[in-house]
């Protein structure tokens, strides 16, 4: 089978290995479709120089061959959650597996390939990260299902209830899958355009009830004052606009609000956080990693009962043999998802 290997800056290379084999409590999964997330645009860009990886995590694949009784069977349609977990640490036992203890204790051998591997033609998949998806919705849509998944769960860091209004910086593909989440929450909902936007004018696909194309904090609640009729958001998730966007959030959220790090930041900016005003205005400042396996449940479901639909929200598709390529589109587009198309390509 062909499988992408990125192999240093600006690199991938499409290599030979042999087939998999189905362990037990396994399934043996043909991938069809890999979305290409930030995580991969970093490895390939040498910001995260983690030589040699098998990068892919947002999968969707058709079932090869799995043991008789599985939940699936030949020919389904699958999404496929790689995340690693061990099931039984501490984290996993309490439902937060995407912290797992085993898996952050484990760093990867620099010697040998290493990662989730979803740009590989061929993957076996423990059975209980295989979700069946309706046969009618696409099996690039079925690949979505991951950063929906870690979508919902940044959401539930929030946990808005049914009208509240949530602000969502950056108007991305993450941000836009936030605003379609919310919505399937029945929250109202309002966008921020942040300057990643002036540089990537986005394609809003999605678009939230209302706009501001300002992080200036005075500028925002202005607006909510007079297009919304609020004073405040109930909750606000920064996916774009490194620090200045938490900043800014911390001074939008009303009283009893919440303030959600979906973003990888990886420079504070000088940030300064006023813990009296966390204090008196109980204001919660929370990150949200990845996605547990309650979380790829409820996206599978969402997604497969067109609850949620993503499809608006993919790019350019790429061949196998194009996926430097790909990379390089990615890169330049980040606002809709790219995606590897591994089904047509020989074995
Ligand atoms: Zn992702
Ligand atoms: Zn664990």
Aim: glycine fraction near 10%; hydrophobic fraction near 40%.
């Amino acid at each position: 089978v062909r499988r992408a290997v990125f192999s240093g800056p600006f690199s991938v290379e499409v290599q030979h290995a042999p087939e998999p084999v189905r362990g037990d409590g396994q399934v043996l999964v043909a991938v069809e479709y890999c979305g290409i997330c930030t995580w991969e645009q970093r490895v390939f860009r040498g910001v995260r120089p983690e030589y040699p990886l098998l990068g892919g995590h947002e999968v969707s694949g058709r079932v090869l061959e799995a043991r008789p009784g599985a939940h699936v069977r030949t020919g389904d349609l699958v999404a496929i959650s790689l995340v690693p977990r061990c099931g039984c640490c501490s984290y996993c036992a309490r439902g937060s597996d995407n912290l797992c203890a085993y898996t952050s204790a484990h760093p990867h051998d620099p010697e040998s390939a290493h990662g989730p591997g979803g740009l590989s033609q061929v993957l076996s998949v423990n059975a209980g990260d295989v979700y069946p998806i309706p046969d009618g919705i696409g099996a690039d849509v079925a690949a979505l299902v991951e950063p929906v998944a870690c979508v919902l769960r940044s959401l539930s860091r929030g946990d808005p209830r049914p009208g509240d209004l949530v602000a969502v910086f950056g108007l991305g593909f993450t941000g836009q899958l936030h605003v379609m989440c919310a919505r399937a929450q029945k929250c109202r909902t309002i966008g921020i355009l942040t300057d990643r936007e002036r540089a990537w004018p986005a394609e809003v696909r999605i678009a939230p009830d209302s706009v501001v194309a300002s992080t200036d904090s005075a500028t925002i609640l202005q607006h909510l004052r007079e297009d919304v009729g609020e004073s405040g958001v109930d909750v606000a998730i920064c996916t774009r606009g490194e620090s200045a966007s938490v900043a800014c959030a911390l001074k939008i959220v009303r009283p009893g609000g919440k303030v959600i790090v979906f973003q990888s930041i990886r420079d504070s900016g000088g940030l300064t956080i006023d813990p009296s005003a966390l204090r008196s205005r109980e204001i919660s400042l929370v990150g949200s990693l990845s996605h547990g396996r309650e979380d790829f449940a409820r996206a599978a479901a969402l997604v497969g009962g067109r609850e949620v639909d993503p499809s608006g929200l993919i790019g350019r598709r790429f061949p196998l043999h194009g996926v430097q390529e790909a990379l390089e589109f990615a890169v330049r587009n980040p606002n809709l998802r790219t995606m590897v198309h591994l089904r047509d390509a020989d074995r």
